[in-house]
């Protein structure tokens, strides 16, 4: 939705034109875009999101996530 909102905001359209009329390509792009001016903005402001894990963590939550356990 937040996607779907922000194309129209960009283009001057409602958000069923941009619904009728967008490409999964455009949502993808832009869902994209989004998420990197957001993690520039995180790190202006010192709001670093990284979670504080070493990388066996990382992996161990992985490998659970993929045995569904």
């Given amino acids: 939705?937040?996607?779907?909102?922000?194309l129209a905001?960009?283009?001057?359209?409602?958000?069923?034109q941009v619904r009728e009329h967008a490409s999964i390509y455009d949502l993808?792009?832009?869902?994209v875009l989004v998420s990197w001016e957001n993690k520039q903005i995180d790190q202006l402001s010192?709001?670093?999101?990284?979670?504080?894990?070493s990388q066996e963590e990382m992996m161990a939550?992985?490998?659970k996530a993929k045995q569904g356990t």
């Avoid at 993808?28 to 869902?31: A, L």
């Avoid at 010192?46 to 894990?53: E, L, T």
């Fill in 46 to 53: 010192g709001n670093n999101k990284v979670p504080d894990m």
């Fill in 61 to 63: 939550i992985l490998k």
């Fill in 28 to 31: 993808m792009v832009t869902n």
């Fill in 1 to 6: 939705m937040i996607t779907i909102g922000t």
């Fill in 9 to 16: 905001k960009s283009y001057g359209q409602l958000p069923h």
